[in-house]
């Protein structure tokens, strides 16, 4: 914990541990703060999905509500690799809803209840994972679809012949830079917007420690600023979210559809 | 950074895969390939049923404006046959008049022909009458006046001659 008085913008990233479970080849397999608020996203993703199975016909609020995300990311699977993207939704759904759950759920005002909230997203750890899961499927779609054809990715159409020593090279650091960037986006974006509400409320503690006349000249633009940035904060949750499955949608789509 | 330093913790890598793993796992098989395809299969179902009822819809506006092409056709086919029937009608009722007429002409002409023929024979038979009379009647005042016997046939050859200048 920090000091009295004093506020550690990045505390709030650290995983606790909740209790030990078991040892996996020396390693030590813990239930943390971060595991704890990956269950609550994934069980009330099922809830809200459960909303959706009433299977009407003419459906209702939330039938319409769960239909919206499932159409959206359908229709975007469609629109970027075709109807044989239909096959690979369920898992650019998942990631995108699952993204959406940990982003929303990291912003949700938890605190006022005396719950510590955790952004899981924030975290090299997770959104890594993710990102290689998705670069490997990529990998093996590609691979499957068309063999070492596949290869053929870095030599993109139109590449003229005297520029075959370069091209290869460059698209080949292009393509293993994809993991990096995908997860770095993600982890980066959450860091930093989650850090810069806890700067500036830190600015109305410390302020409101130094006196009334600079608490309050300090304290009420750093609160309009804070309004401002946590609005800002929930359209980033958005579309980062929407980011990481729209390029997972795309990196499926070379492998699907190699030029 | 948090984020980068509790990877030197024996614990935080193992346990940040495993529940990773664990929970995007149940998100992936429970509701990716369990709950979306059911829903996804109810949005194409109700896409299906619009079109269908779109179409249905289409088909029946065809359908409607087809059978009221045909009745309009069929009015104006009766309108134009009932119109040649009264036209049909006319003609032969005006042919009809014009035979009766003529016929009724005929029969009038004749009639007064007959009639004309008639008037001109009593005529002559009365002129004849005429002739006989005054020639009688001349040779009778003849006689009286000087007692000159006249013939018959001079008195009426006199008479033939007076009357006809």
């Known amino acids: 914990m920090a000091d009295q008085g004093k506020v550690d913008p990045m505390h709030q990233f650290e995983v606790q541990k909740m209790f030990d479970m078991f040892h996996v080849g020396g390693h030590e397999v813990a239930f943390t703060t971060s595991a704890l608020w990956m269950i609550v996203a994934g069980v009330l993703l099922w809830v809200f999905m ?4 009433k299977r009407q016909l003419v459906p209702g609020r939330w039938q319409v509500a769960v239909e919206g995300f499932t159409g959206f990311i359908s229709s975007m699977m469609n629109a970027n690799i075709g109807p044989e993207g239909r096959k690979y939704t369920p898992y650019v759904f998942s990631l995108f809803m699952f993204i959406l759950m940990l982003n929303i759920l990291g912003l949700a005002p938890f605190g006022l209840f005396g719950v510590h909230p955790f952004t899981v997203t924030s975290h090299f750890a997770i959104t890594g994972f993710l990102a290689i899961l998705s670069f490997s499927i990529v990998l093996i779609v590609g691979f499957w679809r068309h063999g070492l054809h596949f290869f053929s990715l870095f030599v993109p159409h139109g590449t003229p012949w005297w520029l075959l020593w370069l091209i290869p090279a460059i698209e080949l650091v292009s393509f293993m830079v994809r993991p990096f960037s995908l997860a770095l986006r993600l982890f980066v974006a959450m860091t930093a917007g989650h850090v810069l509400m806890k700067v500036f409320a830190s600015f109305i503690i410390d302020g409101l420690a130094a006196g009334p006349a600079i608490g309050l ?11 401002g940035i946590s609005g800002l904060e929930l359209l980033v949750a958005g579309i980062q979210a929407y980011v990481f499955a729209l390029l997972t949608s795309l990196y499926l789509n070379d492998a699907i559809n190699l030029h | 950074m948090p984020q980068i330093s509790q990877f030197a913790e024996n614990w935080y890598a193992a346990s940040q895969i ?43 506006h065809a359908a409607a404006d087809a059978l009221e092409e045909s009745y309009r056709q069929q009015g104006d086919a009766s309108r134009a046959a009932a119109q040649k029937a009264v036209a049909d009608a006319k003609d032969k009722a005006a042919k009809d008049a014009e035979k009766r007429l003529a016929k009724v002409d005929a029969e009038l002409a004749e009639k007064l022909a007959a009639a004309e023929a008639d008037v001109s024979a009593a005529r002559t038979s009365a002129m004849a009458e005429i002739e006989s009379v005054a020639a009688e009647a001349a040779s009778d005042l003849v006689a009286r006046l000087s007692g000159v016997k006249v013939g018959a046939a001079d008195a009426r050859s006199a008479v033939k001659a007076v009357l006809h200048g």
Request: charged share 20%.
């Open chain 1, 50 to 53: 459960i909303g959706g199975m």
């Open chain 1, 217 to 227: 000249g300090v304290g009420i633009p750093s609160m309009a600023l804070m309004v």
């Open chain 2, 18 to 60: 495993f529940w990773v793993l664990l929970t995007f796992g149940f998100v992936f098989f429970v509701i990716g390939r369990g709950m979306l395809p059911k829903i996804e299969a109810t949005v194409d179902a109700r896409d299906r049923k619009v079109a269908d009822d779109l179409a249905a819809a289409k088909a029946a």
